[in-house]
């Protein structure tokens, strides 16, 4: 079950049809009306959803009141939750504010990827809060689209959404937020500014940051993975390194010694810890923070539950899901050919907890987005 944060500005786009040249700002949004526009990006937000109605049990929206949202999604008959703050006057008229509101709480629920609809200042609205911590996608509905976090289509949109649904290789990239000057620009000046990035997942044919005659070379693409683990290494915590050979890349490319069938604890580059117990990794836990890095075992798709036992449930339940790392090669995300990941820690409530998507490293500034699923979901049926 996938959980999609929906936000749509419903007037986002509203002056373009009548020469205005954008829809920043209530004054802009009133004498478009005020010209008989019409507001067009629900319009649009269907044509991206109506591509996802064939996997309506295999995905729950958390959406806005009112025309932000919540009018269309019911109407659709999607599984849908609706968010309940200072934006229930969104059911009528909206501002950035609301958008802005609804980013946050979107973002304190956990949603798996934020889709919205609007233009270049909702993508600004959107960045301001949301900035890299969740991947979003956005629906273009506004007249500036400056911004390459936008699908080229409104379908478009629905199709990423559901290969991400279905457990398709999604790449997950940064790309910049910007926004140009309505006021210049109605003077025939263009002065577009950077505001940020937001992490935007990619569908098609994924390209690998390694290869030899279009084939991923493992040795190189191990390499890679460990590149970019060790860049990111926070001081002053603790990396519980779990068993396998991909992990047992990064203990050689920082010349540590491995316990292949184990795991290890690595503090500021170096071996803390040998072979690490439950008892272990929690006792180090009350002194450290702490972050685990795993691989995908076997051909199941275990992250959990098989050959690293000692990440119990206790321990995972200390750690929190956004301190589990996960890697892989290319070569072995395909290999599951669409099933998804799975999380076995013998607590059946923890385990649902982990339900959804997970970033997965797969290389050099290479992250895809992965599905974790459950021993009885629908996720597993072929």
Same mark, same amino acid.
């Given at each position: 079950m996938l959980t999609l944060g929906l936000i749509i500005n419903p007037f986002a786009g509203i002056g373009g049809s009548v020469a205005l040249k954008g829809s920043d700002g209530d004054s802009i949004v009133a004498e478009a009306l005020a010209r008989g526009a019409q507001c067009k990006s629900n319009d649009r937000t269907r044509l991206a959803l109506e591509v996802l109605m064939p996997l309506t049990n295999r995905l729950k929206i958390i959406t806005c009141p009112g025309m932000m949202g919540q009018q269309l999604v019911a109407e659709l008959g999607f599984n849908h939750q609706v968010l309940h703050s200072e934006i229930e006057r969104g059911i009528t008229t909206t501002t950035a504010? /609301?958008?802005?509101? *609804?980013?946050?709480?979107?973002?304190?629920?956990?949603? /798996?990827?934020?889709?919205?609809?609007?233009?270049?200042?909702?993508?600004?609205?959107?960045?301001?809060?949301?900035?890299?911590?969740?991947?979003?996608? #956005?629906?273009? *509905? #506004?007249?500036? +689209?400056?911004?390459?976090?936008?699908?080229?289509?409104p379908k478009a949109a629905g199709e990423v959404i559901a290969q991400l649904v279905r457990g398709e290789l999604i790449d997950v990239k940064a790309y910049d937020v910007r926004d140009i000057d309505e006021d210049a620009f109605r003077n025939n000046i263009v002065r577009a500014k950077l505001y940020g990035e937001m992490r935007v997942p990619q569908a098609g044919q994924f390209v690998q940051s390694v290869k030899q005659g279009g084939v991923e070379v493992e040795e190189l693409v191990l390499q890679d993975i460990a590149a970019e683990l060790i860049q990111n290494m926070e001081d002053d915590t603790v990396y519980f390194m779990g068993s396998g050979k991909t992990t047992l890349a990064i203990m050689q490319e920082l010349g540590l010694d491995n316990t292949l069938l184990g795991i290890d604890a690595v503090l500021n580059h170096q071996l803390l810890q040998a072979?690490?117990?439950?008892? /272990?990794?929690?006792?180090?836990?009350?002194?450290?923070?702490?972050?685990?890095?795993?691989?995908?075992?076997?051909?199941?798709?275990?992250? +959990?539950?098989?050959?690293?036992?000692?990440?119990?449930?206790?321990?995972? %339940?200390?750690?929190? %899901?956004?301190?589990?790392q996960v890697i892989a090669t290319k070569a072995k995300i395909s290999a599951l050919?669409?099933?998804?990941?799975?999380?076995?820690?013998?607590?059946?409530?923890? /385990?649902?907890?982990?339900?959804?998507t997970i970033e997965v490293t797969t290389g050099y500034q290479d992250q895809i987005i992965y599905p974790v699923g459950l021993v009885n979901s629908d996720a597993f049926a072929h």
């Open positions: 504010e /609301d958008t802005k509101r *609804a980013a946050q709480q979107l973002l304190d629920q956990r949603v /798996d990827i934020i889709l919205f609809a609007g233009g270049d200042g909702t993508a600004r609205d959107i960045c301001s809060v949301v900035s890299d911590n969740i991947p979003v996608l #956005g629906i273009p *509905a #506004g007249v500036k +689209i400056h911004s390459a976090v936008y699908a080229v289509t072979d690490v117990s439950e008892r /272990d990794i929690l006792a180090l836990l009350d002194q450290y923070p702490g972050k685990v890095v795993v691989s995908i075992i076997g051909g199941q798709g275990h992250i +959990i539950g098989r050959g690293n036992q000692q990440l119990s449930a206790a321990v995972l %339940k200390k750690l929190g %899901k956004e301190n589990l050919a669409g099933k998804p990941l799975i999380v076995d820690s013998g607590d059946n409530a923890l /385990d649902e907890s982990y339900a959804g």
